[in-house]
């Protein structure tokens, strides 16, 4: 499992890097404004595509189920219908996005002072969103299979590719704001195309033929009754993290740069944290699928230990370094303190997120989806939207807003650790072989 989740960890790790360069070099050599636009970026995407990131991640766990298995006709079935979804969701969320950026921005409560430049960063990003969901899809696949070494390879000549053209577009050529999403964007496209390159080119049943991609429905309903509870799991985490986002809105440009700066930051904790998630599910998937149920507790016990020990490390290490990380993406003495004071509230609480993602993991690749998909629904955004609601009316500081996330943390890991103790393997014969998960 663990060499299966490092290469994971760096697909992560410069996935993160160039989200940051982004904000780094926007921060720099534009100004604060616009790092207030990408730095509010990260909730409005992350509630458009999460969904459709939430439908691959139902679709990994089927693919590795069958893999394990080695049913290679229902292989080559779902691997083609999930790139089919991937091509329809890409277009679907295309076009979502540019219509409805500029409403749901108003919705945030986004300062007039930033809504244009935000408005054109979104716009541009989710122009060419097909190819993240793409670059998603075709990971997912690779990663069920067992490989995790070619998408680190990809995001890492993407990461490249990103810093590069950020460079070139805002500090060379003086582009703007809007140039920051382009070179975003057309780093996923390099992605994209060398994970689908590798899947066509392979032999393997998981292969990609492009003459063959078409919804299969039985399949889809696989993939589907899989990939809808992670995908609403996502998305009312993202509708969650919106709410927050807008409350910190409220508060100026100056919390909006400084929270989204940290907001960056906070993405390299978050590293151990999404990388033994994913290992976990692809892990108990596969095993599951060869009835190898010895494995899949040793698994389970290893990611449970290691996850949360390494998010505590870097969460340790954001608190004390919290000032110098997030004076290097704008050097305002307001900016940095909003910054330093969201990181200092919970950055000691990792642990408690690591664990809830980590839980998550191991009951999706058990073809249990529902579970975490109630979880999350129930405390990260039913209870966090309440809490915040109520009590910034209360105590009206942007220290209340912060608390939401450590609180909301703790009480998913008391109701997932519950969870563990009721655990039962499924009988083989619901695995891969039944219509319906």
């Known amino acids: 499992m663990l060499l299966f989740a490092i290469p994971i960890f760096f697909s992560n790790l410069f996935q993160q890097l160039y989200n940051a360069a982004d904000s780094l070099i926007v921060g720099n050599f534009i100004g604060e404004q616009a790092l207030a636009a990408v730095g509010s970026s990260g909730s409005l995407i992350m509630l458009l595509i999460g969904f459709v990131n939430g439908m691959a991640l139902g679709a990994g766990v089927l693919i590795a189920q069958l893999y394990g298995a080695q049913d290679r006709e229902r292989l080559e079935r779902a691997v083609h219908t999930t790139v089919a979804m991937g091509l329809a969701c890409g277009i679907a ?14 919705w945030m409560g986004t300062p007039e002072d930033v809504m244009s430049s935000s408005v054109l960063y979104f716009r541009v990003y989710f122009l060419g969103c097909s190819a993240v969901v793409l670059y998603n ?53 390099v992605s994209a195309f060398l994970a689908f390159r590798k899947l066509s080119l392979t032999q393997e049943a998981y292969g990609v033929r492009w ?68 290992a976990l599910s692809t892990f108990v998937s596969q095993n599951i ?65 690591a664990f809830s993602h980590c839980c998550a993991g191991i009951l999706r690749g058990m073809g249990r989806p529902i579970i975490p998909m109630a979880i999350m629904l129930l405390i990260w955004c039913a209870l966090r ?3 915040i609601t109520v009590t910034v009316r209360i105590f ?6 912060y608390w939401a996330y450590p609180l909301t943390w703790g009480i998913s890991s008391l109701l997932f650790a519950f969870c563990l103790t009721k655990l039962k393997f499924p009988p083989m014969e619901e695995i891969p072989q039944a219509e319906g998960c």
Do not use: W
Not at 150 to 166: A, G, T, W
Not at 346 to 352: D, E, G, H, S
Not at 396 to 401: D, G, S
């Open 289 to 353: 699928g060869a009835q190898r149920y010895d494995r899949v507790r040793k698994g389970i016990r290893f990611g449970l230990l290691c996850s949360p020990l390494l998010a505590e490390v870097i969460g340790v290490i954001i608190f004390f370094l919290s000032p110098v990380f997030v004076s290097a993406f704008n050097n305002q003495p307001e900016v940095i303190a909003y910054g330093v004071n969201y990181a200092r509230t919970v950055a000691l609480f990792y642990f408690l997120l």
């Open 385 to 387: 939207i309440t809490y």
């Open 396 to 401: 009206p500081t942007i220290q209340v807003v």
């Open 93 to 106: 969320l295309t076009v979502l996005g540019v219509a409805l950026s500029p409403q749901i921005l108003r």
């Open 211 to 278: 003459r063959q991609v078409r919804f299969d429905l039985p399949m889809l309903r696989r993939v589907v009754g899989l990939g809808i509870p992670s995908g609403v799991q996502n998305s009312v985490i993202a509708l969650a993290n919106v709410i927050v986002q807008s409350n910190i809105n409220a508060f100026g440009s100056a919390a909006m740069a400084g929270c989204g700066a940290h907001a960056k930051v906070e993405g390299f904790a978050f590293l151990p944290i999404t990388c033994f998630a994913l």
């Open 137 to 189: 899809i075709g990971a997912g696949i690779l990663q069920s299979v067992g490989d995790s070494r070619s998408p680190m390879k990809y995001l890492i000549l993407s990461s490249i590719v990103n810093v590069v053209l950020d460079l070139l577009f805002v500090a060379v050529l003086g582009f703007g704001v809007g140039s920051a999403a382009l070179a975003t964007v057309i780093s996923q496209v």
